[in-house]
């Protein structure tokens, strides 16, 4: 018979993975337990654990939104319709501005010399200090009318009183005989145009000033 090989074959059992990587793997054990323990203390001598009040902390409900953000910057602003500036009156133009200067609001563009013009603004002119030397005239001569009225009325105001004492002493001497009854009639009768003149300068100065606090 013929001799085999079977006496120099053996079976091989495939080697366990963890068998194989059992130093890596307690290695990296060793290693991640050392992180740990390194991490704990750094968060404990680092305050992470520390408490603090709530009157210190500021919370706030966070929202998704636009992020806004104001940014500065020069810029040009052009016109984008060209103006047509016109006259109402014919004259020489001359031009304040250039095309292309910044102008602002209420800026004089352009200043029309017009004789037209010149002319009938003198002439208003003229006319508007007439008016007003006549509307001073007639002020003096209110005021001179004013003052006349109440001398006016001062001296009806006198001469009242003088009637009355005048129609009082008639009054008693006709009562004892020493006046007649025609001289006491008389001082009636006085008393009542000096009554009536009277009236009538207070009537006229008030409406003399009336007029003139209208006019002013």
């Given at each position: 018979?013929?001799?085999?090989?079977?006496?120099?074959?053996?079976?091989?059992?495939?080697?366990?993975?963890?068998?194989?990587?059992?130093?890596?793997?307690?290695?990296?054990?060793?290693?991640?337990?050392?992180?740990?323990?390194?991490?704990?203390?750094?968060?404990?001598?680092?305050?992470?654990?520390?408490?603090?009040?709530?009157?210190?902390?500021?919370?706030?409900?966070?929202?998704r939104g636009n992020f806004v953000r104001d940014i500065s910057a020069d810029g040009q602003v052009v016109a984008a319709v060209s103006p047509t500036l016109y006259a109402n009156a014919l004259g020489t133009v001359t031009l304040k501005v250039h095309a292309g200067d910044t102008v602002t609001k209420s800026q004089v563009l352009a200043v029309v010399d017009s004789p037209d013009l010149t002319a009938k603004f003198s002439q208003e002119s003229a006319t508007l200090a007439s008016l007003r030397l006549d509307w001073e005239r007639a002020t003096l001569d209110a005021e001179h009318k004013l003052a006349q009225m109440r001398d006016a009325y001062n001296q009806a105001e006198v001469d009242q009183k003088t009637a009355q004492r005048e129609r009082?002493?008639?009054?008693?001497?006709?009562?004892?005989?020493?006046?007649?009854?025609?001289?006491?009639?008389?001082?009636?009768?006085?008393?009542?145009?000096?009554?009536?003149?009277?009236?009538?300068?207070?009537?006229?100065?008030r409406c003399a000033a009336e007029a003139k606090s209208l006019r002013y």
């Amino acid at each position: 018979m013929l001799r085999d090989t079977s006496a120099q074959d053996r079976v091989i059992e495939p080697k366990n993975v963890l068998r194989r990587h059992r130093k890596l793997i307690v290695a990296g054990a060793i290693a991640a337990a050392l992180l740990i323990t390194l991490i704990v203390v750094l968060m404990r001598y680092s305050g992470a654990g520390v408490s603090v009040d709530r009157s210190r902390v500021s919370i706030a409900s966070v929202e998704r939104g636009n992020f806004v953000r104001d940014i500065s910057a020069d810029g040009q602003v052009v016109a984008a319709v060209s103006p047509t500036l016109y006259a109402n009156a014919l004259g020489t133009v001359t031009l304040k501005v250039h095309a292309g200067d910044t102008v602002t609001k209420s800026q004089v563009l352009a200043v029309v010399d017009s004789p037209d013009l010149t002319a009938k603004f003198s002439q208003e002119s003229a006319t508007l200090a007439s008016l007003r030397l006549d509307w001073e005239r007639a002020t003096l001569d209110a005021e001179h009318k004013l003052a006349q009225m109440r001398d006016a009325y001062n001296q009806a105001e006198v001469d009242q009183k003088t009637a009355q004492r005048e129609r009082d002493r008639s009054r008693k001497a006709y009562e004892l005989g020493s006046y007649s009854e025609l001289q006491a009639l008389r001082a009636e009768d006085a008393l009542e145009k000096a009554q009536f003149a009277f009236l009538a300068g207070k009537e006229h100065l008030r409406c003399a000033a009336e007029a003139k606090s209208l006019r002013y």
